[in-house]
Every structure is written in C-alpha cells, then in structure tokens.
C-alpha cells in the first residue's frame, strides 16, 4: 500500500483543506504515514500570508527530496501560483495544483465512494480531532486587502450550500462532536438559498440566518466562527448570537490598523468610528463576550502617530487577544507596490508596544473570571496530567484534576466502586465545569469541579 504524508502550514482553511486532501488520498488508496522522509507521497499545503511562513518550505521541500528521491511531492495550498516560487523549486515539485482542483490529481483512480466529485468542498473529509471539527462554509476572497494574497492564492468568494454545511454539521453533532468551528475568510459576506428545497434564486440567507440554523440543530455542542470582517458585520448577527444558546460568546473581529488613513490604504473600507461602534454594539448586546483581532504593524507609511492611534485603540477596546504581526510585503499585492519604509526594528518596538497594552487588557479581561465556575472543553492532557481546554469566550485553562489524577481501571467492574470516576484522558472532548483559581494574561487556572461527572 502506498503512504501519504501531508505538511500543513498556514491557518484553519489550511488545515480544514488537509482534512480533504488526507480523504481524497486515503479514498485512492494511499495510507497515512508520520515519516515525512519514507512516505511514497508528500502533499505540502502551503501558507503566503507572510514571509516567515513562506520560507519554511525552502528548506524543506527540497530536504524530502534529498532524502526520498522516489517520493512525489504535491504542493499546494497559498504559493501554488506564485511563479517565483514554481520557478525555484520546479525541480522538487511532482504535481503543482491550487486546492480548489485538488480533486483534478491525477493519482490513481478514484476507489471508494465512485465518482470524485468536482467541487473539492464536497469531498468528505478525514476530521483530525474526533470532538472539534472546522466546517468551511465557501472559499476564497471579494475583498483585496492590500497586503494580503488571499484572493489571489484562493481565488474570487465561492458560499457553499447552506444545505451542505448543515448536513455536514448534524453528522458531526450525531458522532458526538462537541465543537463546531465555521469557517470562511470572510464569513459575513455568506450567502445561500434556504434549505431543503432552494428556490432559483441566489442570495437568500445570509450569515446570522445559516448560524441560526447551526444553532437549532439538537444536541450537546458549541459553535465558533472565524472569520468576521467589520465592514460586514450586521446588527443582525450581534442579535443571532446574543440570542443563542450554543454560539459562543466569542468574536474574532480583525482591526489590523486603529488609524483611518492606513485602513484605507490597507482597503479595508471600514473606519476606526465604525469599529468603535460595533464593539459598543457586541459589548452591549453580549456583556460577557471576548473580543480578539488582528493587528498588522509598520505598513508601509505608517508613523509614530499613526501606530499611536492603534495602541489607544488597544488601550480603549481592550481586548482579549490579539495577533499582532509585522508587516510582510507580499508579491502580486497592491501594497506590494509602497515602499516598505518602516525599518524592522521600528516594527519591534511598535509590536512591542502593542503586545504590552494587550498583556494588560487580557490580564484585567481574565481577573474576572476568579472564582467564577465555567464550562470548558477538555483539548487535552499535559505530561504533568493536568488537562487544558477552552471556555466559550476561547480562553485557554490549565484544569488540575486532583484525585482525578490517578489512573483508573479502565473497564467496568474490574475495580467496583472506582469506575464510574473517569480517567482523565476520557475527559478529552468532553465538557466539563472547572473553578477557576488563577488568571494569567493568556489563560486561566482552575480546578475540575467533581460532582457533575460522577455518574
Ligand atoms: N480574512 C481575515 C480578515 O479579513 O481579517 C484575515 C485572514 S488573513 C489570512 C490572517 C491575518 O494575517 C490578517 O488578519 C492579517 O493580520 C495577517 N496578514 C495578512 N497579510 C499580511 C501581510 N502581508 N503582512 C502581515 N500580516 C498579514
Ligand atoms: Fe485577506 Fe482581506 Fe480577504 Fe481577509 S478580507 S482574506 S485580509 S483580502
């Protein structure tokens, strides 16, 4: 039998596309394999968002080469049509192919399940974790950011089905999945037809109705969705949310500049007054939700002011956590065109200011939770048996078990008495109430509250 073995870099698109590929390749007979170096097949799903994730790939593509001359090597993922890139490592790749015509690879025949079907999101895919599961609801982007690749690597914004995407969940939901993570780049410019029977035209539901309707399915779970864009971001769906009772209290809300000129130089067609308000808005509607984002620093022209005017922003909005990056000129991007005039240790200092006033605001955002008792998804277990998982507002909690701790027998009646007491590692994808007795600027500490799993 032949093995496959996929690299992933990148973000949760990326990772959900590997969960297809892994399917398409495992439905072609191949096996998976953890050994990079003897694999028959090496898929690389690549990542173009910033240098750094670029450059992994040109040492490695070519050191799996060395190593396994018989291997064949795939790329795809945000560089396939970067050619630049085609032309430095032609030599290396086998088969270069964007994710979308994944399913155009010309392997084997196509074994289980009959015909390979055209569009790559139908594929079934081969979940990595057995409780979390992320549900693309359409690829690619309308938006053109000016620094970001996205719609050039991904293509122009395709929806899938709201009928799909439901039927993908409620399968989830029936094998006991306890996380579902809906994800698109811009998840509220969705648009559907009304399931089951769509009428002919276009643009019936939008994103607020296809979350109510995750919403309403039967079960014992939580939703997440990642991510939203502000400039599309309706009162409607504040409403949804506000009003749910499995959407976590969550939102992904990416700023990336707080200075109305480099918004508009970065095209993100929204105003810092605009995001203001919409803060304002989810704060008022859902008081406990956590709020994260996304900030780039030293795009190109950027001044000490203007990078000011973010830190206050910062300051005001006071967010849970931010992914604070330094900016990347990107080939094939409008901004790629600007001078990339901010010095890189200019950036560290401006990153540096930031992530200090985030370390504070997540900190006094965390010190509320002292002594609350929250439900937590068990993500798993550390090399000192203590648990870590995530509260709906996605904060990430050490959980120490105590008695828990021990290992248990495992099969019923070998020692009565003990086993309705579940090891911890039978915790994992489970949702448990943990007290929390510590905050910290990036996660909480807690104990496991006992009572409710002794069954
Ligand atoms: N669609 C999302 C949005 O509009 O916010 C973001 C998707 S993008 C793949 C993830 C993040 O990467 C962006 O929010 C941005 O902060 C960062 N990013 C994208 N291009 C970048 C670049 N050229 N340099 C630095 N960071 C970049
Ligand atoms: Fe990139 Fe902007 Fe689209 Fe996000 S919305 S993927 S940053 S172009």
Redesign the pocket.
């Known amino acids: 039998m032949k093995t496959y073995h996929i690299i992933t870099i ?2 949760q ?1 990326n990772k959900s596309d590997s969960e297809r590929m892994a399917s398409l390749l495992e439905k072609q007979g191949y096996k998976k394999t953890d050994k990079k170096y003897q694999s028959d097949l090496v898929v690389v799903n690549t990542c173009g ?2 240098q750094m994730a670029e450059d992994r790939i040109y040492g490695l593509i070519p050191a799996i080469k060395k190593a396994n001359k018989k291997a064949k090597i795939i790329l795809t993922g945000c560089l396939v049509n970067r050619k630049d890139v085609k032309n430095r490592l032609k030599k290396y790749v086998d088969v270069w192919k964007p994710i979308n015509e994944i399913t155009k690879i010309p392997l084997a025949p196509f074994i289980k399940g009959g015909k390979c079907p055209n569009d790559y999101l139908k594929i079934e895919p081969k979940y990595e974790s057995k409780f979390s599961a992320y549900v693309p609801i359409g690829n690619g ?1 309308n ?1 053109f ?1 000016s ?4 719609p050039y690597a991904r293509g122009r914004e395709v929806c899938r089905p709201a009928k799909e995407i439901l039927a993908e969940v409620k399968k989830l939901v029936k094998n006991d999945y306890k996380e579902i993570v809906l994800i698109a ?2 998840v509220n410019s969705y648009k559907s037809q009304i399931p089951p029977n769509p009428p002919l035209s276009r643009g019936d539901i939008d994103f607020a109705d296809l979350l109510k309707m995750v919403d309403e399915i039967k079960g014992d779970f939580w939703i997440r969705f990642i ?1 939203s ?1 502000p400039k599309d971001m309706s009162d409607k769906l504040i409403k949804v949310i506000a009003g749910s009772k499995k959407i976590c209290h969550h939102i992904h809300l ?1 700023i ?1 500049a707080g200075d109305d000129k480099i918004l508009a130089l970065m095209n993100r067609k929204y105003t810092v007054a605009h995001y203001k308000s919409l803060i304002k808005k989810i704060r008022k509607a859902i008081p406990d939700a956590s709020i994260t984002t ?3 620093v030293g795009f190109p022209s950027e001044t000490k002011k203007q990078s000011n005017n973010t830190a206050k922003l910062m300051k005001e909005t006071k967010f849970d956590l931010a ?1 604070v ?6 080939p094939g ?1 409008a ?1 790629f065109k600007l001078i990339d005039n901010v010095s890189l240790s200019e950036k560290k200092v401006r990153e540096n200011k930031l992530t200090k006033i985030l370390s504070s605001t997540a900190l006094a955002n965390n010190k509320k939770y002292l002594g609350k008792i929250v439900k937590v998804l068990v993500e798993g277990e550390n090399k000192r048996d203590e648990l870590f998982g995530s509260t709906e507002t996605a904060k990430i909690v050490k959980i120490s078990t105590g008695d828990f701790n021990q290992r248990l027998p495992r099969s019923p009646g070998s020692s009565p008495g003990l086993k309705a007491l579940p090891r911890n590692d039978s915790l994992v994808g489970r949702f448990v109430d943990v007290k929390i007795i510590k905050a910290k600027d990036f996660g909480l500490e807690g104990k496991l509250v006992k009572k409710k799993l002794l069954v």
């Open positions: 990148g973000c698109m968002i910033r982007c938006n950011c620094y970001c690749v996205v780049q811009n991510t864009h990416p990336q996304d900030i780039i992914y990056v330094r900016y990347s000129p990107r991007t901004s």
